[in-house]
């Protein structure tokens, strides 16, 4: 009889240690998922960046350079460009002869996005690859950072045709290369 008690007890002790460790498990997934970190949240990041400033071109509210979407980095060194040519016309500053939000001149009124995938996520980096539908679909690769609890916009790069050539046009990284060479001047 005190055999079947305590085997009793020690069953009952299992069964209550393996269910507490599966709502422990259902608890860290939530956690999870919901963590800035993950994929789903970083989706929704990028899907509310574009649908906020798709929703003000849509209703004409003009262009505007969204500054409060893209890293601090990127900002400082756009408009550390403009101050180095403050004659030459927006077409000279890589980047500037399309809108990138857009990855064009123009948009239409069906203008949509999609994230197709977010990826190479770290502590303070991450990657996002977008389609954006305005005339033709076209793929661009985000490079996002995360900045006082968001996730910014830090570079643009997008694949681009040149004579046949495919070339990864990285907003960024010519913008750094552009004002490297007006500093030599």
Known sequence: MKNSIFLSFICMAFVLTACNQKNSTKSEQTDANDSI????????????????????YKNDLGYNDYQQFTSTDYNKLRQEARE???DETPLDVPGSDYDHWVMGQDYNK???MEVLSVSDIEPNTATAVIRVYNFEPQDVTLKLVLENGN????????????NGDTIHFDEKQKLKEYVAGLKKK
Do not use: G, K
Request: proline residues 3%.
């Open 84 to 86: 180095l040519t403050p």
């Open 110 to 112: 069906d203008l949509r």
């Open 151 to 162: 996730w910014m916009i830090d570079s643009f790069i997008s694949t681009i045709d040149v």
């Open 37 to 56: 970190h993950a994929v789903a949240f970083i989706n929704n990041r990028v899907t509310q960046i574009y649908d906020t400033i798709y929703a003000n």
